[in-house]
């Protein structure tokens, strides 16, 4: 996980890899301390990960619900057909995507 922009008018972080349940329990923390103190709506860039886990999913809507409770939206950009695929077939695409 990376953050590549953030101020006012943008929160942009950058996921690798896969996000399973190692990656979860090894970055949840540092990636909700992004997400406290809000300033800007928050872009997920999904360009590098390949895979999207059970646990991954847990994290980005509980990731939404905290952006939502600071008044402001979470986007999902350049998911692979995969990882795009994994939204729309848990009916969290019109959501995310």
């Known amino acids: 996980m990376k953050v590549i922009q953030s101020d006012t008018s943008i929160v942009k972080i950058a996921f690798s890899g896969r996000l399973d349940s190692n990656y979860v329990s090894n970055n949840e923390v540092k990636f909700f ?3 406290n103190g ?3 709506p928050v872009v997920l860039d ?3 990960v ?3 886990g059970s646990l991954g999913i847990r994290m980005i809507l509980m990731a939404l619900k905290e952006v939502k409770r600071q008044g402001f939206t979470l986007k999902i950009e350049n998911a692979d057909p995969n990882v795009k695929y ?11 995507l």
């Open 33 to 35: 301390a992004c997400l």
């Open 38 to 40: 809000l300033e800007a």
């Open 46 to 48: 999904f360009s590098e």
């Open 50 to 52: 390949s895979f999207l």
């Open 86 to 96: 994994v939204f729309e077939m848990t009916s969290l695409g019109d959501l995310l």
